[in-house]
């Protein structure tokens, strides 16, 4: 399995960004695909995730800005995020796991290779 992710780049405080990621080798309708975040100096933690049939969840810091959602029938996972923050800068990392979630890193079968996202105040 491949997680292709796309969409980041540099944005001012206040707007907004999509993030896009696309699945290859296999669908992924029964895995839970979601979104983690790295910023410099800092570990990984989990943003949002989502199963197919649509139940979400959100990292409390995103909520209310960031909403995930899926294509199933692209094998594509979203995030659209909006009034962002300096604070949100990071590497984004999609991934995508089976049984439990996404919701800590332990969970991840399998990771994207990242998309940077700045957000200059």
């Known amino acids: 399995v491949q997680l292709q992710a796309s969409g980041g780049g540099w944005v001012q405080a206040g707007g907004s960004l999509r993030l896009s990621c696309a699945a290859s080798g296999r669908t992924l309708s029964s895995y839970a695909m979601g979104w983690f975040r790295q910023a410099p100096r800092k570990q990984r933690e989990f943003v949002a995730m989502?199963?197919?049939?649509?139940?979400?969840y959100y990292a409390d810091s995103v909520k209310g800005r960031f909403t995930i959602s899926r294509d199933n029938a692209k094998n594509t996972v979203y995030l659209q995020m909006n009034s962002l923050k300096p604070e949100d800068t990071a590497v984004y990392y999609c991934?995508?796991?089976?049984?439990?979630?996404?919701?800590?890193?332990?969970?991840?079968?399998?990771w994207g290779q990242g998309t940077q996202v700045t957000v200059s105040s």
């Open positions: 989502a199963w197919s049939g649509g139940t979400s």
């Open positions: 991934a995508a796991g089976r049984y439990l979630g996404v919701r800590a890193v332990s969970e991840v079968e399998y």
